[in-house]
């Protein structure tokens, strides 16, 4: 069974930088995509970037140039660096393992999320 846990949120101003990790354990041959996604107040879940396999990656419009994810396979351990930090940023980050090519929010298995919160 895949289980994930995340770290690394914390309160920041705007303009500072995050880094979050999410260490994943158990067998994750049938979840071999990985996710980050946030959650605001009041608002749908959205997906900020992901990462397949082959280490092809993609990133949400509003996540461009300023985030990045990576993965250390050795560590089992997912990343998503924040740079330029804005208040719109502010949600809980999640990070998921799904099968590759299904719907990540709903065959995703998810961890418990981390803060992030972006004072102006």
């Known amino acids: 069974q895949v289980q994930l846990v995340e770290s690394g949120g914390d309160s920041v101003p705007a303009g500072h930088s995050l880094r979050l990790s999410c260490v994943v354990s158990?067998?994750?041959?049938?979840?071999?995509?990985m996710v980050w996604a946030r959650q605001a107040p009041g608002q749908e879940r959205e997906r900020v970037a992901s990462?397949?396999?082959?280490?092809?990656?993609f990133y949400a419009a509003n996540a461009k140039a300023r985030f990045f994810i990576s993965k250390d396979n050795a560590k089992k351990t997912l990343y998503l660096q924040m740079n330029s930090l804005q208040p719109d940023d502010t949600a809980i980050y999640y990070c998921?393992?799904?099968?590759?090519?299904?719907?990540?929010?709903?065959?995703?298995?998810w961890g418990q999320g981390t803060q992030v919160t972006v004072s102006s």
């Open positions: 998921a393992a799904y099968p590759c090519g299904t719907w990540w929010e709903r065959f995703g298995v």
């Open positions: 158990g067998d994750t041959y049938s979840h071999d995509c």
């Open positions: 990462i397949d396999p082959d280490g092809s990656k």
